[in-house]
């Protein structure tokens, strides 16, 4: 066995398949040693990624793109060739929003698409009043969250742009930028919607797979002339990656996932709040009932992993946010990050 | 010229002349950083090559909403520090708005990126500075980085070995008591212990406390 693989993660329900691969022997199986590294930003993973401290890194779908093309950031050239997972995202708005939609006589918990209207109308309200802007947070500029926070906002007949005031904050801070009042609702991913409606300070208006269906969440990203793409180590491992995403899809293995998960170098988090985001049934605040659904987060699928289908839907997301202008450039660039080649290579 | 400080220790500290210009002293530093012994490292650093603005942040603030108000020419942050991707939007919308941003991590600068990734600083340029400029306090980062982490493992090593000090004391005063013995010969019981288990005498020491508990 040669050396170690050094993989970064983020402490994200959507790690589970690096997890799974390394406590439950599916790397072994494939001849693969890994040490996982458990971070805190993705600009950490991306550093590291490009130092050469990782081989690969768990990274937002579409930052893998922006860092490849170095959009807003050092320029980072990137593979993306193994999509871990769809969806897992969602919406919360803080408790104090609450009384605004009490006043306008809105539930945010009907269904996804009346907490959108309800929000317009609030934002309405407020700027009939002179009230100051919103603030709403995501995980980052570059990520599905920015992106189906946008679509949240657009359908609700608001503009992202100049109706509120969208910033970027770690997801481990949003509660407390929340009860601070600096934020007022966020995008994220699991499990940390459920953690704050879990303590009593935000209820969960929509589902990421609410707002739009099978949303490319992350990958797993290399560097482009890095170890692993250079030989058969990179195939090995996304069929190890494969084998445990069906592992980690599969209800029977939930009770041992989530406890490996829930160890401090892992998630730090009760087992019970990642499996109920594996499950899909998530709570919405702390008295009502459960929304369910079964896509909320997929991991598994024919061609599931199979990342160049995600490109144009990126590429797309990034002209209408702004961040990018050179549309058919930008779509060359993403077919060589998103390549399907080790993918095909590993049988996926 | 500037003066060396009293407690500075050598080559570790060396300052380059080219930060000696008097033109530092106007450009506004941004120190962000978990660890405020070493923030406060960083910062003497600073001063002693001319930066006397040097702002320092704390990890809880929020620090979009503060970086307009500080205006900073250059941020320092640890990469323990998970508002990065914050700082970073924060770069790319005013980019786009306000003014000139570079990153300090690029290809270009491949070794430094490297140094500063591995001590576990990153820095950002936001005037649009000469990167030159910049290089000298990223590198003193790098070593004071360095410097700080050294501290701290020698902290640890003489905070284990003080615990074990005390430990072995008692021990040994437990086998005096229990075997009627004397100090030196104690001791060289638990050294030879330790030697043919190949362990610490600090763990053979808490291993014939515990036993001494149970019994």
Known sequence: MSAPLNIGFLPLTDAAPLIAAVDFGFAQAEGLAITLHRDVSWANLRDRLMVGQYDAAHMLAPLALAASLGVGQAKCPLRAPFLLNLNGNGITLSKRLLEDFAAIGCDPLTDWMTAARGLADVVRARQATGASRLTLATVHLFSAHTYLLRRFLRVGGLDPDGDVELVVAPPPFMVDFMDRGLIDGFCVGSPWNSLAVDRGRGVLVALGCEVLADVPEKVLAMPAQGRLTRDGEGVALLRALGQACVFVADPANRADLTQAMSRPDRLDCPAEVIARTLSGRLALDQHRALRERADFIRFAGPGLHRPDGCAPWIVEQMVEAGQISDRAGTLEAAETVFAADLALAAGL | ?215
Request: include cysteine; charge should be neutral; glycine fraction near 4%.
């Open chain 2, 1 to 215: 010229m500037l003066g060396r400080s009293k407690g500075d220790t050598g080559p570790a500290f060396h300052i380059p002349r080219a930060w000696q210009a008097p033109m530092e002293s106007s450009l506004k530093v941004l120190l962000v950083d978990e660890s405020p012994i070493r923030a406060a490292i960083i910062e003497d650093g600073l001063r002693e090559g001319g930066f006397s603005h040097v702002v320092r942040l704390s990890s809880t603030d929020m620090l979009v909403r503060r970086i307009n108000e500080i205006d900073p020419d250059v941020v320092l942050i640890d990469l323990a520090n998970p508002q990065r991707d914050s700082l970073e939007q924060m770069f790319q919308v005013s980019r786009l708005v306000r003014r000139p941003i570079t990153m300090f991590v690029d290809e270009s600068d491949a070794d430094q990126t490297r140094a500063a990734v591995e001590a576990g600083v990153s820095a950002y340029i936001v005037n649009g500075l000469h990167k030159d400029r910049v290089k000298n306090i990223v590198d003193m980062c790098v070593t004071r980085f360095h410097v700080f982490a050294r501290l701290a493992e020698e902290l640890a090593e003489t905070k284990t070995a003080l615990a074990d000090r005390k430990t072995i004391d008692r021990a040994k005063a437990l086998l005096m008591k229990t075997r009627a013995i004397g100090e030196e010969e104690a001791y060289a019981m638990m050294r030879r212990a330790a030697m043919n288990q190949k362990a610490r005498l600090g763990d053979i020491a808490r291993a014939i406390i515990t036993a001494s508990e149970i019994c």
